[in-house]
């Protein structure tokens, strides 16, 4: 079976950057299965080469497309327009070459425009799956959301990376929408008894960008924790390359916290999960996370979690066994969360934690679900 997966964004190669790299790990796990699965993305941007370059490579065990070139950012139905061409003509180039796929699987909606188009043209069919939080906050631009119709009739099925942001999708279809979720590598995140944890009280918090993560609520919330048990040691370890670091650093120092506070930049997947080993709990202070896939990380691991109640940590966090759920936007209930998982850290099971959800999210759990959708598309 030839699955072709376009993604809507993607990770730059041979950097360290998270961005798409679930879409990456799909298509090696697929293949571990005995599955053709191969990556195509369009980097049609600002921060691409003038002259268009295109680039085949296996990269990481997945063969893998690139087309790149300068292109003007979306702001307009025309330059819309024209950069879905673009793309279009990328994909009728790769089938022309490399034959067509049996499926499409495209990763949120302008991903899903391409494949929709690809599928008017030469009847092959896609797989419609959206795990972008503009769908959440309503944030998708007016000209943008002129592609849902197309979309949502043409896709063969449609899937959601959690429930609530299915619910989200359904303002735009009656059609069925089936909940998928993200799945994390079990060989590397997985609870390390050698691991020896920090001697300070290690609090750790993935990803970007600082609003929607909540860092400045987060930030808030340590400084009034350190204020209350100024005899515990303890950290705030902030995992990623976030660009608003320089506003929250002044934060830190106007809370007396910046010595406190461990700014990792971007690492590797290995070294995340030897942070996560490291860490005591992790911290999610969200406003939106449509899945939370460092949750699901952070507890293969073995670690509690305080995470506010977005609609991805309440579908990962099913037990209290795995922590607490706190309040959005409210930083005294971050702070009484913070608390009381502290104060009962002892009592939390890290296998315990870790089953749960690898038996959820487990990379062979998630990828026999995939499985079964390629196969009902098989004629």
Same mark, same amino acid.
């Given at each position: ?69 300068? +292109? ?272 009962? +850290? ?34």
């Amino acid at each position: 079976m030839h699955i072709l997966i376009l993604p809507s964004w993607y990770f730059p190669q041979d950097s360290q950057e998270i961005t798409g790299r679930m879409f990456h790990h799909l298509a090696l796990g697929l293949r571990e299965r005995a599955i053709d699965a191969r990556i195509l993305f369009s980097d049609y941007s600002t921060s691409s080469p003038l002259l268009k370059k295109e680039e085949h490579e296996e990269e990481g065990g997945v063969p893998t497309w690139r087309y790149r070139q300068f +292109y003007p950012p979306k702001l307009t139905k025309l330059i819309l327009s024209l950069w879905k061409n673009k793309c279009v003509s990328d994909v009728l180039d790769y089938i022309s070459k490399e034959g067509a796929p049996d499926i499409i699987h495209a990763h949120s909606y302008l991903a899903a425009s391409i494949a929709s188009a690809v599928h008017r043209e030469t009847g092959i069919p896609f797989i419609y799956t959206e795990r972008l939080s503009a769908f959440m906050t309503d944030s998708v631009p007016d000209h943008h959301a002129i592609l849902f119709e197309e979309i949502f009739t043409d896709a063969a099925r449609i899937t959601a990376v959690s429930p609530g942001m299915a619910e989200c999708m359904r303002e735009f279809t009656g059609r069925q929408i089936e909940v998928i979720p993200n799945f994390f590598c079990e060989e590397l995140f997985r609870p390390d008894p050698k691991a020896e944890k920090e001697e300070k009280f290690s609090w750790i918090s993935v990803g970007e960008p600082a609003h929607t993560k909540g860092y400045d609520l987060l930030l808030h919330a340590f400084a009034k924790l350190k204020a209350k048990y100024k005899h515990r040691p303890m950290e705030l370890v902030l995992v990623d390359e976030i660009p608003q670091r320089d506003i929250l650093t002044k934060l830190a120092k106007s809370l007396d916290i910046q010595d406190d506070i461990i700014w990792t930049g971007l690492i590797t997947q290995d070294a995340l999960a030897e942070r996560f080993n490291r860490s005591h709990v992790m911290v999610s202070a969200s406003r939106v996370e449509t899945f939370g896939k460092a949750i699901v990380e952070a507890q293969a691991c073995g670690l509690p979690v305080v995470a506010t109640k977005t609609s991805g940590a309440k579908y990962i966090m099913e037990s209290e066994r795995q922590g607490l759920l706190v309040e959005r936007n409210d930083i005294d209930a971050l702070v009484s969360g913070m608390e009381k998982v502290m104060t009962v +850290y002892t009592d939390y099971q890290s296998c315990q934690i870790a089953d749960l959800v690898k038996h959820r999210f487990g990379k062979q759990v998630v990828m026999e679900q995939w499985i079964q959708v390629y196969k009902s598309l098989q004629v």
